[in-house]
């Protein structure tokens, strides 16, 4: 999801479809561990990262990358924990 010629908008879909769809299938029936949620939780940093891209820091006059509140801030979406958390047979 590097490529310059795809929106971030567009991006943020395939994300939504394509990446959440995998995590998340048959995840009701199973149980997670706080390892596992963490390794969940950083690779879909790193998928949202990777897409949203750099940003210019005009105080410092440099490229940097999101921070995990910028992120969440920006996506204003649930992350996949939640998302398995909600879908859960009871």
Same mark, same amino acid.
């Given at each position: 999801m590097v490529t310059k010629n795809i929106s971030k908008k567009l991006? $943020? %879909?395939l994300k939504n479809t394509i990446i959440d769809k995998v995590l998340t299938y048959a995840s009701e029936t199973g149980t997670l561990t706080m390892r596992d %949620?963490?390794? $969940?939780?950083?690779?879909?940093?790193?998928? &949202?990262r990777r897409s949203l891209g750099p940003v210019y820091?005009?105080?410092?006059?440099?490229?940097?990358i $999101? *921070? !995990? *509140?910028?992120? &969440?801030? !920006?996506?204003?979406k649930p992350t996949v924990i939640e998302t398995i958390r909600l879908n859960r047979l009871r």
């Open positions: 991006k $943020l %879909r %949620r963490e390794h $969940l939780n950083v690779f879909e940093r790193k998928v &949202y820091d005009k105080e410092k006059e440099n490229w940097r $999101l *921070t !995990n *509140t910028e992120i &969440y801030a !920006n996506v204003k």
